[in-house]
């Protein structure tokens, strides 16, 4: 009876899933609930793809489908996901008090103008130095915004990064820099998300890496969230099973799911 916190519909610049086909998948998946929290990314860059976010279309669609859709097991929430960057801190803010959402992920897709999803970054220079530089620019994030409730796919970067050694290496060269975000969000009473996109994408563990939810739990980190990260039915929910014994052995016991921005949590079996 799993919750998936972290899916996108055709209101994002990724995605032409229709809202209900995301809806039904999860009811045949028996899930206990979904949020919808489509991309907001303001100031992507135009080379890369578009990322705003048709706010006066999206919240009441999304929350008009679930008051039609919800019933007694199984319930709809609205959320977004914003890409932060510090020099947009104000207008992030802005975006997510805008609506009653019930769930903001703050993610980070950019990192001083590129995505490390696109290979154009990585050409930039050392891959390793590249990887610092992203968890740096995360650590400024964090530092800027933090009207978020979780932390979105925190090692992101890994599920793109072109050596395949890395995709499964350890984070300990950017150990210090995690920490300190860790610390930030746990401060601040973030949760961690576990993103099982990476999964998807060749890795074999979730985004963050079991080193990483660990030194979250070590550092007296409490909350997680579970997200497929879907952008189509097929993935709502996807690898979900494979994460009770993993997060169990992290220290969690529970995942969190944020209505109307309060976490509620629910046993991971």
């Known amino acids: 009876m799993f919750w998936d916190n972290h ?10 899933a229709a809202p209900l086909d995301m809806i039904n998948s999860a009811k045949s998946k028996g ?9 907001l990314d303001i100031d992507y860059p135009e080379q890369f793809g578009f990322f705003e976010l048709d706010l006066d279309n999206y919240y009441p669609t999304i929350k008009a489908l679930a008051d039609e859709n919800s019933t007694e097991d199984f319930t709809i929430l ?3 996901e914003i890409g932060i960057q510090p020099h947009i801190a ?25 995505d490390p999803y696109f290979e154009s970054f990585w050409s930039r220079g050392d891959e390793e130095a590249l990887l610092k530089r992203y968890y740096e620019f995360i650590l400024e994030n964090v530092t800027a915004f933090t009207n978020f409730d979780t932390l979105g796919h925190l090692d992101y970067a890994f599920r793109y990064a072109p050596t395949a ?26 949760a961690l998300e576990i993103n099982t996109a990476a999964f998807r994408k060749g890795m074999n ?16 980190g409490k909350l997680i969230t579970l997200g497929a990260d879907a952008h189509t039915p097929e993935d709502v ?21 944020y209505k109307n921005r309060k976490p509620e949590c629910y046993p991971l079996r």
């Open 31 to 39: 899930l206990r609930g979904i949020t919808f929290t489509d991309h």
């Open 78 to 80: 609205t959320g977004l």
């Open 237 to 257: 929910a996807a690898d979900f099973n494979l994460l009770p014994d993993l997060l169990e052995d992290c220290g969690f016991k529970e995942f969190a799911v």
């Open 205 to 220: 563990a979730p985004n963050p890496a079991p080193s990483i939810i660990k030194r979250y739990h070590e550092l007296g």
């Open 90 to 114: 104000d207008r992030c803010n802005k975006a997510v008090t805008d609506k009653p959402y019930d769930f903001i992920i703050g993610s980070t897709h950019i990192v001083d103008g590129w």
């Open 7 to 16: 899916m996108h519909c055709n209101f994002s610049g990724d995605s032409d």
């Open 165 to 190: 050694q890395k995709k499964h290496n350890t984070h300990k060269p950017y150990a210090e820099i995690i920490d300190a975000i860790l610390e930030i969000i746990i401060k601040n009473d973030k």
